[in-house]
């Protein structure tokens, strides 16, 4: 196994575009390593894009943001698409993608797993590839009901401490999600530690993610 690092300041990513079609996807999916890459560099600039929202979630995903990128320089954008019907919406979400490109040109894009049983999901993944043709592109995965977990290629080694701080973030901000029998501490640290185990992570834990292409 190779390792590839971010190498000294001069290499490391400069603007980070996330993208998550629900307040919670982004956290869930790639917060760990979020929270590795502001650990590690500075100077980094985020767009933070939530696809779907009410008020009470709105507010959550801004303080969400807030606590996962710290003093990095930021700017979180909420949409107002109808969850669950991303598809039937896709020409104002195409449009929405559009405006993104010509204002935010990132180094390294985090979206959803293209395979994602969700629809909502699957349709942000495909947009962000059809739109961004000259970017690293990094799928993160959301655990759920569907069963839709794939076999990741790429992995973010994770120490305790922050899978502790990620999922001390999520639940203590999402507190309209705490009902949910799979917002638990347990089921969050079970798919850390699981990708950990399959990439030999002396940490123990890590998050996965699906990378269709990598130019060195």
Not at 200 to 208: H, I, S
Request: charged residues 25%.
């Amino acid at each position: 196994m190779v390792n590839l690092l971010f190498g000294g300041r001069d290499s490391a990513p400069r603007k980070v575009l996330c993208l998550g079609a629900h307040s919670d996807d982004i956290e869930i999916g790639c917060g760990g390593t979020i929270l590795r890459i502001l650990e590690a560099h500075h100077g980094l600039e985020f767009r933070w894009v939530v696809f779907s929202s009410t008020p009470q979630r709105s507010t959550e995903a801004r303080k969400s943001a807030k606590l996962f990128l710290k003093s990095a320089a930021s700017r979180v954008v909420i949409e107002n698409f109808r969850d669950g019907y991303f598809p039937f919406q896709g020409t104002r979400l195409k449009d929405s993608f559009e405006a993104l490109k010509k204002s935010f040109s990132p180094d390294l894009i985090f979206t959803h797993y293209g395979k994602d049983l969700h629809q909502d999901h699957r349709l942000i993944s495909e947009l962000t590839w059809n739109t961004f043709r000259n970017h690293l592109i990094l799928e993160y995965e959301i655990p759920k009901y569907d069963g839709d977990l794939g076999t990741p290629n790429l992995f973010v080694r994770l120490h305790d401490s922050l899978c502790h701080q990620k999922i001390e973030y999520l639940l203590k901000t999402f507190r309209s999600q705490n009902t949910k029998h799979w917002f638990t501490e347990d089921a969050f640290r079970a798919i850390l530690r699981l990708r950990g185990l399959e990439c030999n992570a002396p940490e123990k834990y890590a998050e996965g993610f699906y990378c269709r292409k990598l130019v060195f």
